[in-house]
């Protein structure tokens, strides 16, 4: 398992929009993804799961990637928390 | 008798027709204990599939009439329809208790329904309704109860309910639906949102009101000022249908303006742009017709976080802005902190008198790495756009001269490391400081541009804090001292062939404006909602006849003589055309 620890930049939070992209990208691995936000830990392919965690604007989120393709999953996602998204 | 009622204006203009109430009864399903729970879950699958071929019908058809970017809500239901710890969720209940479908369903969708309106942000509240819409239409479709379609109707009308659910707004058949009107919502909620890309009035949060609204009555909404009148009078008809044309036709006047240059009546071009204080506010900035950002206030990547911004944060802030605006320039000014404006993390030291202490370039200057950072960040960005770096707070040549050395010096770091950067970008400096002004002149050959900001430029002229109300009186942006100092800004520019903008409350102003632009300044920078407005008072003035009005006004001996002088002669200029 690895994890990481991400700032998000974009203005309106973590909200529908990035949250979307992020929960497609996601479904594309095969490993298992956890977003933890304020101490609460949810599946990071579930957008409602998400969007439940109000993640805003210069928030700390952290990944946490288990199994296959574990690497290329933290790089795509990492980027996605820190995108400004539109 | 009629009754009055309020509500937030979520979109703007007036509606007179009869009232059509949304039934919104919720359906709550009870528990069954099942025995084939597979075919339960069966029987499920298939009213999420049929479900989704519907949603997959709302999203095409709302991409046609809405735009791409309205139908992506239906993208979002459609996920809703694929979501694991929705889908699975209900699957696993319908398996694991033995319940029915529609029991397992209302269960875990009421569980996410008020997780999410339990939150403080009013967006994600808002999102409540996407789960209750997608789930209604799963539930109706396991009752084999049909789903109400707002596209039928017929009848002129004025949709009174409870809330509307983005498919009931995409679907609203416009032929007929003259406005709506909510029990909740805000400003920011999706129905509010649609309603203005629709361009039909709303008013949302009414309240009671709602409920109070008898089916079929005639109402009045004045969206504009978000009142509901209910059982009007004939005079009351009479007046509202009256304000109601003249509004139309100044609604569709001003959005005739937004793509449109700003013309003076003889023809002299200017810009008009906003003042933006957040990413977000380019969005409206673009919609009010926006010729540039003329202020791009960077202090919010440095406020409400624990540290400081890192370069990497700020490129990504400032490359998403001048993308978003390309080829229209942005004018983004360095950090303008200290003094009032505290950043914990920063540990400035208190000062006895925080305007007239170090802040913005002053501070700049002095912490280099804060400030080579956002720099750095600037010119990285600037190959994305249009951009033009601002100094604040200058009040002599040297800290010009200093701020301009350190960002050639990062200049040159970046394209030794092989970094692609803007061929040309514009550097100017803000006057908010009578020193600078009475001294522009010596400035104007070393900057690209000027921008006056007329806030902090008042009150250190007049020497009184705009804050404190006892010497308020003294915030007088048409005083002759005022104008003067601007004067001098704009005639010392024009002989370097330098262009002035001004981005403080008073670009915006309508008895400033026919002055401003008679003393010839290029760029009005203002809040977004004040655009339309301006290009249009712009317009019907003649830039030539104003130039000498300014320069009468300038003798004038007080700030009432002034705007008397400006408000009747723009009124008689204008009436008599």
Request: proline share 4%.
């Amino acid at each position: 398992m690895i994890s990481k620890t991400f700032t998000i930049l974009n203005p309106t939070g973590f909200h529908v929009r990035p949250t979307k992209t992020f929960v497609q990208t996601a479904g594309t691995f095969p490993c298992k993804v956890s977003v933890i936000n304020k101490g609460k830990k949810v599946n990071g392919k579930s957008s409602l799961s998400m969007l439940t965690l109000g993640i805003a604007v210069n928030e700390e989120v952290t990944l946490e990637i288990d199994g296959e393709q574990e690497e290329q999953a933290l790089e795509a996602l990492g980027q996605l928390l820190t995108e400004i998204h539109e | 008798m009629t009754q009055a009622w309020k509500g937030i204006a979520a979109s703007p203009g007036i509606a007179i027709a009869r009232a059509f109430h949304l039934a919104s009864e919720r359906f709550i399903p009870t528990q069954q204990t099942i025995q084939d729970s597979a075919s339960e879950v069966e029987r499920f699958r298939q009213a999420v599939a049929v479900s989704r071929e519907e949603v997959e019908a709302i999203r095409a058809s709302a991409e046609e009439r809405l735009g791409a970017d309205k139908a992506e809500i239906f993208e979002g239901h459609l996920m809703i329809l694929e979501d694991p710890d929705l889908i699975e969720a209900i699957e696993e209940k319908i398996a694991d208790e033995a319940v029915n479908a529609e029991f397992a369903l209302h269960e875990v969708s009421q569980s996410f329904i008020e997780l999410l309106q339990s939150m403080s942000d009013e967006l994600l509240r808002g999102r409540a309704i996407d789960i209750e819409d997608v789930s209604g239409r799963m539930m109706s479709h396991l009752r084999g109860v049909p789903h109400m379609d707002l596209a039928n109707l017929s009848e002129e009308c004025i949709i009174v309910a409870r809330d509307l659910t983005p498919s009931d707004t995409a679907q609203l058949n416009l032929e007929v639906v003259r406005g709506f009107i909510t029990e909740v919502g805000s400003r920011t909620s999706h129905s509010a949102i649609m309603a203005r890309s629709l361009e039909i009035p709303a008013i949302v949060g009414a309240g009671s009101a709602v409920n109070e609204i008898p089916e079929f009555s005639t109402i009045i909404m004045d969206a504009n000022q978000g009142v509901i009148l209910v059982n009007p009078s004939s005079e009351e008809l009479e007046s509202y249908q009256d304000k109601k044309q003249k509004d139309d036709v100044r609604r569709t006047e001003l959005k005739g303006l937004r793509d449109q240059p700003t013309l003076s009546k003889d023809g002299k071009q200017v810009e008009l742009a906003a003042n933006i204080g957040s990413l977000e506010d380019i969005a409206r900035a673009i919609d009010n017709g926006a010729e540039g950002i003329g202020l791009f206030r960077t202090e919010f990547l440095y406020m409400g976080r624990s540290s400081l911004p890192t370069e990497e944060e700020q490129f990504t802030s400032y490359k998403y802005a001048l993308e978003k605006m390309n080829p229209k320039p942005v004018v983004i000014r360095t950090l303008d902190i200290g003094g009032d404006k505290e950043l914990p993390y920063m540990e400035l030291p208190k000062e006895s008198n925080p305007f007239l202490g170090q802040r913005a370039l002053r501070l700049c200057l002095d912490r280099q790495e804060l400030f080579r950072t956002q720099l750095r960040a600037l010119l990285r960005a600037s190959r994305y756009g249009n951009l033009k770096i601002m100094f604040p707070m200058i009040a002599v040549l040297e800290e010009l001269l200093e701020a301009k050395k350190l960002l050639e010096e990062e200049k040159q770091k970046l394209i030794a490391e092989g970094v692609q950067l803007a061929e040309h970008i514009e550097v100017g400096m803000m006057v908010e400081i009578p020193a600078a002004a009475v001294a522009a002149d010596l400035f104007a050959p070393e900057v690209d541009f000027f921008s006056i900001g007329t806030n902090d430029l008042i009150q250190y002229t007049m020497a009184a804090d705009r804050m404190n109300e006892t010497v308020s009186y003294l915030y007088q942006p048409w005083h002759p001292s005022l104008l003067r100092l601007i004067r001098l800004v704009i005639q010392a520019a024009e002989k370097e062939g330098k262009w002035v903008g001004m981005c403080g409350e008073m670009a915006g102003d309508h008895t400033a404006i026919p002055l401003l632009l008679g003393l010839g300044l290029h760029e009005f920078s203002m809040s977004s909602g004040a655009i339309l407005q301006a290009r249009e008072l712009i317009g019907q003035l003649d830039r030539s006849e104003w130039s000498d009005y300014a320069n009468q006004a300038l003798t004038m001996r007080s700030t009432q003589e002034i705007t008397q002088f400006v408000e009747h002669t723009r009124n008689g200029v204008t009436q008599h055309d």
